[in-house]
C-alpha cells in the first residue's frame, strides 16, 4: 500500500481512486457498528474520504496509513454520535447491511443466524470494547495500529482486547453454549489466556499447558470454542467487496474533491 499512496500523494487519479476504494469497506463497516445509524455511516463514509483527500499531503508515514484513517474515522464517528446523541438508534444489522450485500461466510452455523447472533452481542457491548473488537478482530489492524488509532498505549490495548472478547463470549454464551457445564474454581482464566495466545503473548511452554488443560476440561474448552466461533464470524465480516453503492460514494468523494482543489495533492 505504501507505494499506492505515494501515487496518490502525487495526485495521480487512478492511484487516488484506487486508495480510497480499497479504504473505503472498512470505513463503512467501522462507523455503521459505531455509530450504530445507517444515514450516519454513510456520513462518516462521505466526510473520512473527503478528509483523506484534503490531507493526504500531510500524512507522513509516521504511523501506519491505515491506523491514520482509521483515528480519522473514529473523529467522524465521534462528531456524529455526540449530534444525534437524544436520538433513537437504527437496528444494529440494517445499518451494517445497508450496503453491504451477500452472505457472511462462517464456519458450522447458519449463516443468516450467526450474523445476527454476533450483530446483537456487538450492539451490547460498550464502545470501547466494540471499537476494539472491531479494529483487531474484524479489520485486522496489527496491535500497534488499533492502539494508535484508539490513541492508548499497546499494553492499554491489549489489556482492553482480553476484557472485550471476554464480553463478547459472555454475550454469545446463552446462544453458543446452551448448556455450558460448571468451571471448576480450580480453572485458570482461560479466556484471559486463549486472547494472549492470539496476541502472541504466550511463549510455547504456556500454550502447551493452555493446550493440555483444554483437552481435559469441558468447560474451558467450551468456552473457547464459542469465542473462536465468535471470532471466526467477525473475522468474515471484512471479506465483502466493494458494493456499488460505497463505490459510488468514492466517486463522489473525489468529483467534490477535484472541484474544489485546483492542485493535485493541496487542500
Not at 121 to 147: F, G, K, M, Q
Request: with cysteine; net charge negative; hydrophobic share 40%.
Amino acid at each position: 500500500m505504501n507505494d499506492l499512496v505515494r501515487l496518490a500523494k502525487s495526485g495521480d487519479p487512478a492511484a487516488l481512486e484506487k486508495l480510497l476504494s480499497q479504504i473505503a469497506p472498512s470505513i463503512q463497516r467501522f462507523g455503521a457498528r459505531m455509530c450504530r445509524n445507517g444515514h450516519d455511516a454513510d456520513d462518516v463514509l462521505q466526510d473520512t474520504l473527503m478528509t483523506v483527500l484534503r490531507h493526504l499531503h500531510e500524512f507522513e508515514g509516521r504511523s501506519s496509513f491505515t491506523s491514520w484513517v482509521f483515528t480519522l474515522t473514529r473523529t467522524a464517528c465521534n462528531r456524529r454520535r455526540r449530534g444525534l446523541k437524544n436520538q433513537p438508534l437504527e437496528p444494529l444489522e440494517e445499518a451494517v447491511n445497508k450496503n453491504a450485500e451477500g452472505p457472511t461466510p462462517e464456519q458450522g452455523a447458519d449463516n443468516r443466524e450467526l450474523s445476527q447472533i454476533l450483530e446483537k452481542a456487538l450492539e451490547e457491548l460498550p464502545d470501547e470494547y466494540r471499537e476494539v473488537i472491531l479494529l483487531r478482530d474484524v479489520e485486522a489492524l496489527t496491535a500497534p495500529e488499533a492502539a494508535e488509532s484508539l490513541g492508548i498505549s499497546i499494553e492499554a490495548l491489549k489489556s482492553r482486547l482480553h476484557r472485550a472478547r471476554q464480553a463478547l463470549r459472555t454475550a454469545l454464551r446463552p446462544v453458543l453454549e446452551p448448556t455450558p457445564v460448571a468451571t471448576p474454581a480450580s480453572c485458570p482464566d482461560m479466556m484471559e489466556l486463549w486472547s494472549r495466545k492470539l496476541e502472541g503473548d504466550l511463549d510455547a511452554i504456556d500454550c502447551a499447558q493452555m493446550e493440555k488443560h483444554l483437552a481435559t476440561c469441558p468447560s474451558c474448552t467450551a468456552a473457547c470454542d464459542a469465542l473462536k466461533t465468535a471470532l471466526v464470524a467477525c473475522r468474515s465480516e471484512a471479506s465483502r467487496d466493494v458494493t456499488p453503492e460505497v463505490q459510488e460514494q468514492v466517486r463522489s468523494a473525489l468529483r467534490t474533491w477535484m472541484s474544489q482543489s485546483a492542485f493535485p495533492g493541496k487542500a
